[in-house]
C-alpha cells in the first residue's frame, strides 16, 4: 500500500513564536516529527508543508533523504486560522499528483512519537480498512469538569460526581482524547466532504509522555527532560 505523509509547519505561531523550528534537544522541534516518518520503510514520501523557505533549508540540515518534499504554502493558506483538513481538501491534487494510497498527517507539535508508533498505527489501518487517528487517556477523569457563570461554578455534567458525592477515581470512566500525533486515511476522501479527520475512524491509543504536545515554553522543557533521559 501506497503511503504519503505531510506535515504541516507554518511560521505565524503567535503564542510560541517559530514554535515548529525552535531547537528540542539539538534540532528544530519539526525534524523530530519528519524524522519519525522518514524512518518509516512504508512512508513512501514525506511533504514538509510551510509558507517559509527558510524553514525549509532548515529542516533539510538535518533530514537529506530524497523522500522529503516541501509543499510551498502562500500567506493566504497559511494563516493563524486556516484548518489543515481544509486546506488538504483544497489543495489535494496539488500537494497529492497521485492520488492513489493514503495519507498520513503528523503535527510537529507532538515530537515523541516515534517510527514505530506510526507503523503500528499503519498495521491498524490495514488490519481494519478504517480511518485511524491517535489519542491519548485524559490524565485526569473528565467527569469532574465543571464550568464558571457569573462567578458560579456548574457541573458539565449532569451525573457528576461533584452532586453525587461519588468522587472515588477508580469509579470514573476512562476518557480519551486526539493527540494530533497520527491520522491515517485514503486520500480520495479529500476529494468529498469530508467533515472531519475523525468521521467512521477508529482510535490508536498512545501513552502520556509520547503524546506530549508542544504548546507552551513550558511543554519544551518537559519535552527535552524527557529526551534527555532517554538517550543519556
Same mark, same amino acid.
Given at each position: 500500500? &501506497?503511503?504519503?505523509? @505531510?506535515?504541516?509547519?507554518?511560521?505565524?505561531?503567535?503564542?510560541?513564536?517559530?514554535?515548529?523550528?525552535? +531547537? !528540542?534537544? #539539538?534540532?528544530?522541534?519539526?525534524?523530530?516529527?519528519?524524522?519519525?516518518?522518514?524512518?518509516?520503510?512504508?512512508?513512501?514520501?514525506?511533504?514538509?508543508?510551510?509558507?517559509?523557505?527558510?524553514?525549509?533549508?532548515?529542516?533539510?540540515?538535518?533530514?537529506?533523504?530524497?523522500?522529503?518534499?516541501?509543499?510551498?504554502?502562500?500567506?493566504?493558506? $497559511?494563516?493563524?486560522?486556516? &484548518?489543515?483538513?481544509?486546506?488538504?481538501?483544497?489543495?489535494?491534487?496539488?500537494? *497529492?499528483?497521485?492520488?492513489? #494510497?493514503?495519507?498520513?498527517?503528523? /503535527?510537529?507539535?507532538?515530537? /515523541?512519537?516515534?517510527?514505530?508508533?506510526?507503523?503500528?498505527?499503519?498495521?491498524?489501518?490495514?488490519?481494519?480498512?478504517?480511518?485511524?487517528?491517535?489519542?491519548?487517556?485524559?490524565?485526569?477523569?473528565?467527569? *469532574? $469538569? =465543571?464550568?464558571?457563570?457569573?462567578?458560579?461554578?456548574?457541573?458539565? =455534567?449532569?451525573?457528576?460526581? !461533584?452532586?453525587? #458525592?461519588?468522587?472515588?477515581?477508580?469509579?470514573?470512566?476512562?476518557?480519551?482524547?486526539?493527540?494530533?500525533?497520527?491520522?491515517?486515511?485514503?486520500?480520495?476522501?479529500?476529494?468529498?466532504?469530508?467533515?472531519?479527520?475523525?468521521?467512521?475512524?477508529?482510535?490508536?491509543? +498512545?501513552?502520556?509522555?509520547?503524546?506530549?504536545?508542544?504548546? &507552551?515554553?513550558?511543554? @519544551? !522543557?518537559?519535552?527535552?527532560?524527557? /529526551?534527555?533521559?532517554? =538517550? /543519556?
Amino acid at each position: 500500500m &501506497k503511503y504519503t505523509a @505531510f506535515v504541516p509547519a507554518r511560521s505565524g505561531s503567535k503564542r510560541l513564536p517559530h514554535k515548529n523550528i525552535k +531547537m !528540542l534537544a #539539538g534540532k528544530p522541534l519539526a525534524v523530530w516529527t519528519l524524522e519519525a516518518l522518514v524512518n518509516s520503510d512504508r512512508i513512501d514520501r514525506v511533504i514538509f508543508s510551510t509558507d517559509s523557505i527558510a524553514y525549509w533549508n532548515l529542516v533539510k540540515e538535518y533530514v537529506v533523504l530524497d523522500k522529503l518534499v516541501l509543499d510551498l504554502r502562500d500567506s493566504e493558506d $497559511a494563516g493563524d486560522k486556516v &484548518k489543515i483538513l481544509d486546506y488538504l481538501k483544497k489543495k489535494n491534487k496539488k500537494i *497529492f499528483a497521485d492520488q492513489n #494510497g493514503s495519507f498520513v498527517l503528523a /503535527l510537529p507539535t507532538v515530537p /515523541l512519537r516515534k517510527t514505530h508508533h506510526i507503523n503500528e498505527a499503519l498495521d491498524l489501518y490495514e488490519t481494519y480498512s478504517k480511518a485511524v487517528f491517535s489519542a491519548v487517556q485524559y490524565n485526569f477523569p473528565i467527569s *469532574f $469538569a =465543571f464550568k464558571i457563570i457569573n462567578d458560579d461554578w456548574q457541573p458539565i =455534567f449532569d451525573e457528576s460526581p !461533584l452532586k453525587t #458525592g461519588n468522587t472515588r477515581s477508580q469509579d470514573q470512566v476512562r476518557s480519551y482524547h486526539p493527540n494530533g500525533a497520527i491520522y491515517i486515511r485514503p486520500i480520495k476522501d479529500l476529494n468529498g466532504g469530508l467533515p472531519s479527520l475523525y468521521t467512521d475512524a477508529i482510535p490508536y491509543i +498512545m501513552n502520556e509522555i509520547d503524546s506530549t504536545d508542544i504548546d &507552551k515554553e513550558i511543554d @519544551f !522543557l518537559f519535552a527535552e527532560s524527557i /529526551l534527555k533521559t532517554i =538517550f /543519556l
